[in-house]
């Protein structure tokens, strides 16, 4: 059992320790300072401009900045509809799969769009190579660049500066950090055993019964598994993600991703300190989510390890690992380790099956994505962030009886209005009124594959993982179209699977560009503000003091929010497996 | 801004990127991969001594028979078909899935400690049942489904609990299987992270071959 603590120990200090590093370097591609590559980027960023038609220096609007995000991002997402939708047709198709339904597609696109990568299909069945290289791993770059853009706008609005250009932010974020890191973790990858290949399936005779052959699906898999995780997409190449041995085949494939994972949310903390000159404030907000990733670890370490009571019953032991939906190489430890990164940090990606999980990991992984700001999504989990320190400082103002401020500058009512709009109204809109419709009519709609309160957890993890444009999902749900093999050989369409496609676009959609608009139009006018001078009156935001008060914030407008979720869904299921199931 | 000149800069944007990371780098990738680390990047296929392609160190197969060191229960019987009779067309891309059942679900349990019934269609022998019957003492990874439906793992303690089993089905010692075990444990990297896994179709090779 220690070991297992150590290597948990171990990942975690890593990622603790590369934080600065790395925010440094993000701080300074932001900034537009000196880099190492340089003499190689710089002609390629200069030719992707003319390309675009981008002057550098031109600084755009709060509003202007969302237009240009959004405009781009339609004009990607149009491509890889039609992409997905043609793939029966293009080239790179060696499994020759037909396209998939039209609302799987449409479910794909939006859900890749907007950096979610919540799968509904199949990678294997259901998607070409060309779909998947020249499509989803395009959206992966760009979704997770479109996220960083505005993290860094936000940033600089709240610290004063003018919000910068869109289509810079996204080709520094592309060429400066995405591009060149994942081409050095691909190449890890792929000497670690990472399938990089346009040849199609092996079918071999197996070893005991030659009578049964063996299908060994492979593809080009390593460039996209990497920016799979730096991105915090989450989308595997194959079905069953980053537990699948080609994805994912050791404890240092695993560590890799692990690092990758949360390297960019946790980092911008530490850009973020930079910008504003104050590392103190940027190390106290950090301590916040590494505190709750701890606890969410240890909790959801703790009953994966213990097991459940029922099976270590019928194995007459006391104790052995929840091994269900688990690999052997991965354990217990590293299986709670992933789960609560990948749901913290809304790649999505999963090691082992969250279904399968004992409630502990439930509690855990729905809480990570209820609260978006256990370091969060790419860009946006900081200005998320940042958004209830905002808050904070409001109700802190009130509470003291001073005019409230934030690095200077008066927080108003505008301010207040857009940062409460985002954390109190949008995410439980998203999340809980499709899922109180999709209960209100459980035989028709939900597709729930487990009973009981497991079954309700299913339906709030799915919402809950569309709307924090996380990806991950409880799979049993029956939430996919039949593959497009099967359907050209007869299968049905499902009515449950539409509902689920078309929904679920609704939370992804409203959870992605809705924040992202309103966090411009924040920034946009924090920057514009007359700074006041301070003084010994003015409320000091970088002390442990304030801190607090900003993760009781937190976990009070958070996660009080969906705390009835979380008590009939894992809390009551923890309950019932206490008791004895069955 | 004119709308014709963003909606300009948003397909020349679409189009220039796409270029870039979803042409440039995955055909370098490709080229590092095909040239620097063919072996890793076709799948790390085994190779008997006819040259044929036996499986991948990677993926794990079916075994269940005494003369076998028997892999985890897999919801997908590790990608495999009869190819006479692939009504699931799995042949044809591969496939790989979990049972996604949840802790609380009774079919798990029935899964593993099995259910009798009537019709002989509705009763699940059950793993425990299975390995009792097989003389195995249950381990945990040896009951309970992987992620991948795929591993190529058992756990070293899962592995030794069949030894004797094997020994007696192919006359050997327990100590030579103690030895092959050994050699085809893929350890935790750097000795911290991951767990030791015992990978059985290496394993197995290695039977046939003594």
């Excluded at chain 1, 793939?87 to 396209?99: D, E, I, S, Y």
């Excluded at chain 2, 003492?137 to 089993?165: C, E, F, K, M």
């Excluded at chain 2, 020994?167 to 030579?176: D, E, M, S, V, Y």
């Amino acid at each position: 059992m220690l070991q297992g603590w150590i290597q948990i120990g171990l990942t975690l200090l890593i990622l603790v320790a590369i934080t600065p590093l790395f925010g440094g370097y993000m701080a300074r591609v932001y900034q537009e300072e000196k880099t190492f590559f340089d003499r190689i980027l710089n002609p390629l960023d200069r030719l992707l401009y003319s390309a675009i038609g981008v002057q550098p220096k031109e600084n755009m609007t709060g509003w202007q900045y969302a237009r240009a995000a959004i405009s781009s991002n339609i004009v990607m997402a149009l491509l890889i509809f039609f992409l997905i939708m043609n793939q029966g047709w293009l080239p790179l198709n060696p499994t020759r799969v037909p396209a998939p339904t039209w609302d799987t597609a449409l479910h794909t696109t939006i859900s890749f769009i907007t950096n979610t990568n919540q799968q509904h299909y199949s990678g294997e069945t259901y998607l070409s190579y060309g779909s998947q290289m020249l499509g989803l791993g395009y959206h992966m770059f760009t979704s997770a660049a479109t996220g960083l853009a505005v993290g860094i706008a936000f940033i600089r609005g709240l610290t004063g500066k003018p919000l910068g250009n869109f289509y810079v932010d996204l080709i520094r974020s592309i060429t400066r950090i995405l591009l060149p890191i994942s081409i050095v973790g691909a190449i890890a990858l792929l000497a670690a055993g990472v399938p990089e290949t346009l040849a199609g399936v092996v079918v071999v005779p197996t070893l005991e019964d030659p009578a049964v052959s063996q299908a060994i699906a492979r593809g080009p898999v390593a460039h996209y598994e990497f920016i799979k995780e730096l991105g915090e997409n989450g989308g595997g190449f194959f079905a069953i993600n980053s537990a699948h041995p080609f994805e994912n085949p050791n404890g240092f494939t695993n560590l890799v991703q692990l690092v990758a994972i949360l390297s960019v949310p946790s980092s911008l903390i530490y850009t973020y300190g930079v910008f504003a000159n104050n590392i103190k404030q940027a190390l106290l907000v950090y301590l916040i989510p590494l505190s709750i990733l701890v606890g969410f670890v240890i909790l959801t370490a703790i009953a994966e390890y213990n097991g459940n009571p029922a099976v270590n019953a019928l194995l007459n032991v006391d104790q052995a690992p929840n091994l269900e939906g688990k690999e052997v190489r991965f354990g217990w430890a590293q299986s709670a380790l992933y789960a609560v990164i990948t749901t913290a940090s809304m790649c999505g990606a999963i090691n082992s099956l969250h279904d399968s999980f004992m409630p502990n990991g439930g509690f855990a992984t729905l809480s990570n994505m209820f609260l978006q700001i256990v370091f969060g999504g790419q860009g946006t989990g900081t200005a998320y962030l940042f958004a209830y320190l905002l808050l904070a400082v409001f109700v802190t103002g009130l509470m003291v009886g001073r005019t409230p401020e934030f690095l200077g500058r008066k927080i108003e009512k505008r301010e207040v209005v857009l940062a409460s709009f985002l954390i109190l109204l949008v995410h439980p809109i998203a999340i809980l009124i499709p899922g109180a419709i999709t209960m209100a009519f459980p035989d028709q709609l939900s597709g729930i594959s487990n009973p009981g309160f497991h079954g309700l957890s299913q339906v709030m993890y799915e919402y809950a993982s569309a709307a924090a444009n996380n990806g991950s999902g409880f799979e049993g749900l029956g939430d996919s179209q039949p593959s497009p093999i099967a359907i050209a050989g007869g299968a049905e369409t499902s009515t449950t699977a539409l509902w689920w496609n078309l929904s679920t676009c609704f939370s992804l959609l409203a959870g992605r560009y809705i924040p992202i608009v309103s966090l411009l139009l924040l920034a946009d006018g924090l920057s514009r503000k007359q700074p006041v001078p301070e003084t010994v009156g003015t409320l000091r935001t970088d002390t442990g003091l304030f801190t607090g008060v900003t993760a009781g914030v937190i976990l009070i407008l958070g996660a009080l929010t969906f705390f009835p979720i979380l008590a009939l869904g894992p809390i009551a299921e923890a309950f019932l497996i206490s008791r004895g199931i069955g | 801004m004119s709308f014709a000149r963003e909606a300009s800069r948003a397909v020349r944007s679409t189009l220039a990127l796409w270029v870039l990371t979803a042409m440039l780098y995955p055909l370098l990738m490709l080229a590092i991969g095909q040239i620097v680390f063919p072996y890793q990047a076709n799948g790390s296929l085994i190779r008997n001594a006819q040259n044929e392609v036996v499986g991948s160190a990677l993926i794990g197969q079916p075994f269940t028979s005494d003369r076998y060191f028997n892999s985890r229960p897999s919801t997908s019987s590790y990608s495999t078909a009869d190819p006479a009779a692939d009504e699931g067309r799995v042949l044809q891309t591969g496939v790989s899935g979990a049972s996604n059942l949840a802790p609380s679900n009774v079919a798990l349990l029935d899964r593993i400690r099995g259910k009798g019934d009537p019709d002989p269609e509705q009763a699940i022998e059950g793993e425990i049942p299975r390995l009792q019957q097989a003389g195995i003492q249950p381990t945990a990874d040896l009951v309970y489904t992987s992620g991948s439906s795929l591993d190529p793992h058992i756990t070293p303690a899962g592995a030794a609990a069949q030894i004797n089993r094997v020994a007696t089905a192919r006359g050997l010692q327990p100590n030579q299987l103690e030895d092959l075990i050994r050699q085809n444990t893929d350890g935790r990297f750097l000795g911290i992270f991951g767990e030791p896994g015992v990978n059985v179709l290496k394993l197995n090779l290695a039977l046939d071959t003594l």
